[in-house]
């Protein structure tokens, strides 16, 4: 089990109605490719953690890295994990709009996420925190 954590800038300003269609549609492929995982977005960046299979994991990071919406994807975790940190989710979906500002302040963010500001453990953790905050009727599909 292997999971990447990587961040991006987005190509054009990310609406809601773009990151549920990204949403829908990494839900579906990501059930039948065994992939577990969180999309984390604001109008500027994305954060995804992806978790699965070593070799699912590799190619499903390189076809996402050839994605237009994306800019400069860098990974910012990657390696062996002992269990799923979202094993619930084929792939769970939250705006910066839904964290809690004293879980940015914590992480020392600013009101506005920017993923340089955060090592790649930090990120995990800044995801799993926020992610488990926010109710599961609001993170299926923000």
């Known amino acids: 089990m292997f999971s990447l954590v990587y961040a991006s800038k987005a190509a054009e300003a990310v609406t809601l109605e773009t990151a549920r269609a990204i949403w829908e549609t990494a839900s579906r492929e990501n059930q039948t490719l065994g992939i577990s995982g969180v999309l984390f977005f604001n109008a500027h960046y994305f954060i995804q953690?992806?978790?699965?299979?070593?070799?699912v994991v590799?190619?499903?990071?390189?076809?996402?890295?050839?994605?237009?919406?994306?800019?400069?994807?860098?990974?910012?975790?990657?390696?062996?994990?002992?269990?799923?940190?979202?094993?619930?989710?084929?792939?769970?979906l939250f705006t910066s709009?839904?964290?809690?500002?004293?879980?940015?302040?914590?992480?020392?963010?600013?009101?506005?996420?920017?993923?340089?500001?955060?090592?790649?453990?930090?990120?995990?953790?800044?995801?799993?925190?926020?992610?488990?905050?926010i109710p599961t009727s609001v993170a299926a599909g923000a």
């Open 49 to 55: 953690c992806i978790e699965g299979d070593r070799e």
């Open 58 to 92: 590799n190619k499903l990071y390189n076809k996402i890295s050839r994605d237009r919406r994306h800019l400069n994807p860098v990974i910012l975790s990657y390696g062996p994990i002992p269990v799923r940190n979202f094993a619930a989710w084929a792939m769970g």
């Open 97 to 133: 709009k839904q964290v809690n500002r004293v879980v940015l302040l914590k992480y020392g963010l600013p009101d506005e996420f920017v993923p340089s500001a955060l090592d790649g453990e930090s990120c995990l953790a800044f995801l799993k925190e926020a992610f488990e905050l």
